[in-house]
T-cell receptor, first 115, second 115 residues
Framework: DGGITQSPKYLFRKEGQNVTLSCEQN?????MYWYRQDPGQGLRLIYY???????QKGDIAEGYSVSREKKESFPLTVTSAQKNPTAFYLC??????????????FGDGTRLSIL | DQQVKQNSPSLSVQEGRISILNCDYT??????FLWYKKYPAEGPTFLIS?????DKNEDGRFTVFLNKSAKHLSLHIVPSQPGDSAVYFC??????????????FGDGTTLTVKP
């Protein structure tokens, strides 16, 4: 089955630690995205990538980093510089290019909590 | 400044009746609009979309209406079913400028359909 896999589903981090969230897709999509969702709020864009080896900052990129070395993979690192990392993180992919008219396919998310 | 707004956090309707979910936007550069549905602990799934060159798009029980002059769109679900109970997100995007390649999401409306 084609889809997007996010792992782990739940993740705990000690203060001061970096942590990496995994996102893999086998849909052959060019574009991939990372969002953060806080309770009662919508999805806020952290980073996005329209093509391998290229990515752009979204609206709330501070304290996060990404890489796009392979088309299928777009890992997100939450660094110690992110002061409020507890949230639900969603990864998505779509047929890419500059058009935003392609629907995004989402993974089931990773819930990150600070111990 | 929130560019996509869903002013009703929640909506409750009786099974079989019409559900109307509303969305307003401020950026006139948006030219494509999408609705997503989200169940708890899952990622959003694409529901229906509309291009700015149209004012209506229909898919089964779901119809999206776009009023460009008012910068307003709405999602109609007829008839509503208990399985439609979920959070609905409105998203907007465009092919040009800072909107290229990404979507901006509203905060969502929680729809409850009562049997």
């Amino acid at each position: 089955d084609g889809g997007i896999t996010q792992s782990p589903k739940y993740l705990f981090r000690k203060e001061g630690q970096n942590v990496t969230l995994s996102c893999e897709q086998n849909l052959n999509h060019d574009a991939m995205y990372w969002y953060r969702q806080d309770p009662g709020q919508g999805l806020r864009l952290i980073y996005y990538s329209q093509i391998v080896n290229d990515f752009q900052k979204g609206d709330i990129a501070e304290g996060y980093s990404v890489s796009r070395e392979k088309k299928e993979s777009f890992p997100l690192t939450v660094t110690s510089a992110q002061k409020n990392p507890t949230a639900f993180y969603l990864c998505a992919s779509s047929w890419g290019g500059a058009n935003s008219n392609q629907p995004q396919h989402f993974g089931d998310g990773t819930r990150l909590s600070i111990l | 400044d929130q560019q996509v707004k869903q002013n009703s956090p929640s909506l409750s309707v009786q099974e079989g009746r019409i559900s109307i979910l509303n969305c307003d936007y401020t950026n006139s550069m948006f030219d494509y609009f999408l609705w997503y549905k989200k169940y708890p602990a899952e990622g959003p799934t694409f529901l229906i979309s509309i291009s700015s060159i149209k004012d209506k798009n229909e898919d089964g029980r779901f119809t999206v209406f776009l009023n460009k002059s008012a910068k307003h769109l709405s999602l109609h679900i007829v008839p509503s079913q208990p399985g439609d109970s979920a959070v609905y997100f409105c998203a907007a995007g465009g092919a040009k400028g800072t909107n290229a390649g990404k979507s901006t999401f509203g905060d969502g409306t929680t729809l409850t359909v009562k049997p």
